[in-house]
């Protein structure tokens, strides 16, 4: 596996189901990221880890809640979700979160679309 | 608040040139990026700028006028592949990216 690799691919599930997103990066990098996007949004930053440490949490609702075991996996675990989070959730990842000079460019897995019915 | 503009969609034809602008207010600048996206697939990189003036990397540059609060990102010899939405993001002052919603950019042949 090369990149950033998310499972699984497409999620239908019910409003009391939990579930839960899977994101593993092979590039080395030292932070993950999950975003959600929805139709004709702009990308929504929802957790940042650095080294395995959470340093952003943008006002996530707590029916989100994620974990970073290692620092080339990430999980988002769900419960209790309404219609409205039906969307794609994409993982990327980032050598690095900090630095002007340098890009630290983010690569982007190809994203969980969840249906909440 | 912090804000990313650019137009929502746009249509160019095979072999021409197209820009795509991108104007900012954020809390703070430490980089302005663009990414492509494919539908259905995930955002890639494209291109980074940090210091004022022209990026060329191909067939695509991007600009950046920190004072103007403004970017763009040009594209030349167009291909029908080069149809995907254009995504703008800039790093802030606590080195998150802020998106803008992105630029549709349609190819006719």
């Known amino acids: 596996e090369t990149g950033v690799t998310q499972t699984p691919r497409h999620l239908v599930m019910g409003m009391t189901n939990k579930k839960s997103l899977k994101c593993e990066q092979h590039?080395?990098?030292?932070?993950m990221y999950w975003y959600k996007q929805s139709a004709k949004k702009p990308l929504e930053l929802m957790f940042v880890?650095?080294?395995?440490?959470?340093?952003e949490n943008n006002s996530v609702p707590s029916r989100f809640s994620p974990e970073c075991p290692n620092s080339s996996h990430l999980f988002l675990h769900l419960h209790t979700l309404q219609p409205e989070d039906s969307a794609l959730y994409l993982c990327a990842s980032s050598q690095d979160t900090g630095g002007a000079l340098s890009s630290y460019e983010q690569y982007f897995g190809p994203g969980t679309r969840l249906t909440v019915t | 608040g912090q804000n990313i503009d650019q137009p929502t969609e746009m249509t160019a034809t095979e072999g021409a040139i197209v820009q795509i602008n991108c104007t900012y207010q954020?809390?703070?600048?430490?980089?302005l990026f663009w990414y492509q996206q494919h539908a259905g697939e995930a955002p890639t990189f494209l291109s980074y700028?940090?210091l004022d003036g022209l990026e060329e990397k191909g067939r695509f540059s991007s600009f950046l006028s920190r004072s103007k609060g403004y970017s763009y990102l040009l594209l030349k010899e167009l291909q029908m592949k080069d149809s995907a939405s254009y995504l703008c993001a800039v790093r802030d002052s606590n080195y998150q990216l802020i998106w803008g919603a992105g630029t549709k950019l349609i190819i006719k042949p």
């Open positions: 954020t809390s703070g600048f430490n980089g």
């Open positions: 700028n940090v």
């Open positions: 590039l080395g990098h030292n932070a």
């Open positions: 880890y650095s080294l395995e440490e959470r340093v």
